[in-house]
């Protein structure tokens, strides 16, 4: 499986982005998704997940009400939808893929496969 991270940029505070990743193989519709960020100098932490059936969701609390993680199986891409963007969330964005046999969920899950990254800079 090969994700492709997409949709980056530099944005003003306030403003939006959507990110996108394309993932490669047959059984994306069974993946659990999640999107992660690392800032310069911390550790990368999971920012939203979405389940295989795309029922579920979880948010970060510094995302809550700002962002939206979305999903098309058609298409074998997950969005995240970033609204409202505070020079806070700069950091580089990476999409994971949580493949049968999926373990844990959200923050906890083991996830399988990473795409490259995409640099997300929110100016002041």
């Known amino acids: 499986v090969q994700l492709q991270a997409s949709g980056g940029g530099l944005v003003q505070a306030g403003g939006s982005l959507r990110l996108s990743c394309a993932a490669s193989g047959r059984t994306f519709s069974n993946y659990n998704m999640g999107w992660f960020r690392q800032a310069p100098g911390k550790e990368r932490t999971v920012v939203a997940a979405i389940n295989w059936r795309g029922g579920t969701t979880y948010y970060a609390d510094s995302v809550k009400g700002r962002f939206t993680i979305s999903r098309d199986d058609a298409k074998n891409t997950v969005y995240l939808q970033m609204n409202s963007l505070k020079p806070e969330d700069t950091a580089v964005y990476y999409c994971?893929?949580?493949?049968?046999?999926?373990?844990?969920?959200?923050?906890?899950?083991?996830?399988?496969?990473w795409g490259q990254g995409t640099q997300v800079t929110v100016s002041s």
């Open positions: 994971a893929a949580d493949a049968p046999p999926l373990r844990g969920w959200g923050p906890l899950a083991v996830y399988d496969y």
